[in-house]
Each structure stands twice: as C-alpha cells, then as structure tokens.
C-alpha cells in the first residue's frame, strides 16, 4: 500500500483563506488582529520561524511587529518587551520564540504574557484550561495536527494513539487534547519517551502514531502496523552536500518506509509545520475577536 500524504500546506492554505475573511470582517468592525514578536539571539532556525511568522500574518491581513534583543539580553530585557506588548492594544497576541538562549529563563518569560495574549497557549492559565476543557488558546502544533486529522476525515474518536515524545509543546499537549471528550479527542493515548523501554510495542499497536522525539528516524516502518496513519512532527536538518543550503529538513519518520506501509503519513517538510503556523494566526484572531464580542 501506498499512503495518502496529508498535505498540510494544502490544509493550512484553506484556512488561512478562511482566517483572511474573519480578519477583513474584523476590520470592519474597526479591530485589525495584531502580533507581537519577541526574537532573542541570532538562532538562524528561530530566525527563519519568526520570518515565516511574520510574512504568514502579512498574507491574513494581520499586523505584525518584531522587537529584537541581543543573545545576552538580560532577564529585565525581555520582561521590558513583554510587558510593552501586554499593554499595547494593537497586540492581540504575543509570541516570544523558544528556544531563548537562556533556557533557564523561559518558564518566567512565559508566566509574564498576560494569559488573554498567551497565542502560542504556553502560559500555565492556558494549560490550566486546556487540561480542564475550558475554553482557552490551545497549543499550536497539537492543535494543527487535530485539524490536519479533522480535515482529513481520519477519526480519532476510539482510537488507540501513540505519541513519541512528551515536550511541554507538543507531546504534553497533544496527548491532553486527543483525551478530551471532543470532536477532535476521544482517543486512548499512550505517551512514549526516552526511558520508554520498548516504543515498538506500543507504536505496532496504534491506529495513529504522532512522532514528535525530534530525533530523525525514531519512527521506522517496522515500528507501525499495516494501515496505520504517521503524523510526523520533527524537523531535523540534516547535512546534504547536495541541497543548496548544504543541509535539507527530515522528520523523525522513516517516511519513504513508513509510506509503503502506512495509510496515510505526513511529509515534512509541508506536513505539520504550515499548520503550526496558521495555529498562531487562528489564536491571534481569536484574540482579536474577543474584543467585539
Ligand atoms: N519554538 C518551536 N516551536 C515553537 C512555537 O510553537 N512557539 C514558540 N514561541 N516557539 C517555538
């Protein structure tokens, strides 16, 4: 069997076509959606997210602004820009990307984003929320592999699910949400990780397996079975002499194996990542919505 390939830039365009109308609709009614970007140090990964960010708001309409600070920027720094952007009212949301530079700070950096700004859905209120089923800003890539699920007619709903990894952005997360008495949830999840003692015997079983190790090749076609759906979440540069960039992007799938026996798998590049991205966009107009309603 060859699988179907979840075409997540496919997804993300059509929502992002439907976004483009709620903005102009918000605009209408005087409120422009806006986006605060916090990029501390010169991670050309981190850049190249935060460009991609921004150049995604510009197409949906969505205003943009970057404040940059130095790889050494202190504590009080960036708690500074933070707080700028609580107070702004032209920003509906707030993104700082992760990593910072100083790993140690995060968690402080996170906790000051006022929760009603919080679009990445990291602050401890929004998993809060999240975990009680409450309305609230749902993280952006478990939240784009839903949809991709969703719109792909493939149910989760009784479903036996394995997610590899437990981020607190992406595994934590996912596996919360596909536990949810939901439309999008009613899964039963089992959460593998690095002192997993044996990830085969769970990932064999599963109708969906979520790879999201960030290790390329934690996921080889002999670890899934006949039929099963691959949701590919890593992005993994690797060293390719021959690619232009001297490196190309791999997920954490064996995909040209796991295709010949999977029913349906996510390509990276062009899988989950377009749809993490239109999650942020989705979030900052829901922000932005809340101001009319
Ligand atoms: N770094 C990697 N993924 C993300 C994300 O979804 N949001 C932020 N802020 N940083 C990230």
Known sequence: MSARILDGKAIAAEMREELKAKVAELKGKGVTPGLGVLLVGDDPASRSYVTAKEKA???????????????????EEILNVVNAYNADDRI????????LPDKSME???????????????????????????????????PHGILHILKRSGIKTSGADVVVLGRSNIVGRPLVNMLTQKSDMGNATVTMCHTRTKDVAKY???????????????????????DGAVVIDVGVNRVEDASAKRGYRLVGDADFDACKEKASAITPVPGGVGPMTITMLLYNTVESAARRVS
């Open 57 to 75: 708001c510009e197409n949906t309409g969505i205003y943009s602004r970057e404040e940059r600070l130095p790889a050494t920027a202190t504590r």
């Open 92 to 99: 509906n949301g707030i993104l700082v990307q992760l990593p």
């Open 107 to 141: 968690q402080a950096v996170i906790n000051a984003i006022d929760p009603d700004k919080d679009v990445d859905g990291f602050h401890p209120v929004n998993i809060g929320r999240m975990l009680l089923g409450e309305p609230c800003f749902l993280p952006c890539t």
């Open 203 to 225: 990932t064999r079983e599963a109708d969906i397996v979520v790879a999201a190790a960030g290790v390329p090749n934690a996921l080889t076609a002999d670890m899934i079975k």
